[in-house]
């Protein structure tokens, strides 16, 4: 199983930061994943939510708090901070580390030979504003060249009908939607067969919250239809019991990749994994 670094080592450092992402990889992630949203004047930067109040310091400025009214100027000047201030570790560097851009992250030469895994979100929020984030990360990693570098890129998102449109965008990376119990279609409480053989039928993977995995056999029937699965999120904080046993217990379900807020944590339980 491999281990991802979920918003890099979010648990040690401000999530979605470039500080956050090396030392994921520093701390032995197999792959580190990260949010694109898009600004005012159609840049991708690398933030989870639409709202800057919980991840930067906009608060502590006049301008406005959605990523979507700010150009990547106004952007650049605030700072990431921690979205759980009881995470002191990672709350003692607010105020240090810029938003990146996703250009700026494809372009560090730390991630030559390393895996990103890119999630698109709100992309349809942002078509309606005029913002075309499909064409935008379409953009920025056709201008990278990280295929020439030996970067491999999976991409991922909520939207199936965004994420196909990514697909038939961009040649090269691998597409896994992501699902949760309540993005479910209407009337259904879990991915029953019919639905897993709809996103078998466009893409390569399917990535799930962590209590859809003991749904009803979901890795072992998701695996026959040749998904790939990934679970998210393991971290310490929402452990049930002893963090270890709980990691463990993931590890068992036998998902392919499992993002982790304290990658370390799990990287240490994968290796010692029989």
Not at 59 to 85: C, D, G, I, M, W
Not at 190 to 210: C, K, N, P, Q, R
Not at 254 to 263: E, M, R, Y
């Amino acid at each position: 199983m491999e281990v991802f670094g979920h918003r890099g080592a979010c648990g040690y450092l401000p999530e979605n930061t470039m500080e956050s992402f090396e030392l994921a990889f520093a701390q032995g992630a197999d792959a580190i994943e990260f949010d694109v949203v898009m600004t005012k004047d159609g840049h991708p930067v690398i933030l989870h939510d639409d709202d800057l109040t919980h991840t930067t310091t906009v608060s502590q400025t006049n301008l406005p708090h959605k990523v979507f009214e700010l150009t990547l100027a106004e952007l650049k000047s605030l700072r990431a901070k921690e979205r759980y201030p009881a995470r002191v570790e990672s709350a003692a560097h607010d105020g240090e580390f810029e938003i990146p851009t996703l250009a700026e992250v494809l372009a560090n030469p730390a991630f030559d030979e390393k895996h990103l895994i890119v999630e698109v979100k709100h992309g349809k929020q942002f078509q309606d504003l005029g913002l075309d984030i499909v064409s935008a990360t379409a953009d920025a990693l056709a201008n990278s060249g990280y295929q020439a570098r030996g970067i491999q890129i999976t991409i991922e998102c909520f939207e199936f009908g965004i994420l196909r449109q990514l697909r038939n965008l961009i040649q090269g990376p691998k597409f896994v939607f992501l699902s949760a119990p309540d993005t479910l279609p209407d009337g259904y409480s879990e991915l029953t067969d019919d639905l897993l053989m709809e996103i078998a039928a466009e893409f390569d993977g399917v990535s799930v919250a962590i209590p859809m995995l003991f749904q009803s056999s979901l890795v072992e029937r998701a695996k026959k239809l040749g998904l790939t699965v990934f679970a998210y999120t393991a971290r310490v904080e929402t452990a049930e019991g002893d963090p270890d046993s709980w990691f463990r217990k993931l590890i068992q379900t036998g998902v392919d990749g499992l993002f982790a807020d304290q990658p370390d944590r799990l990287v240490s339980l994968v290796r010692a994994t029989p």
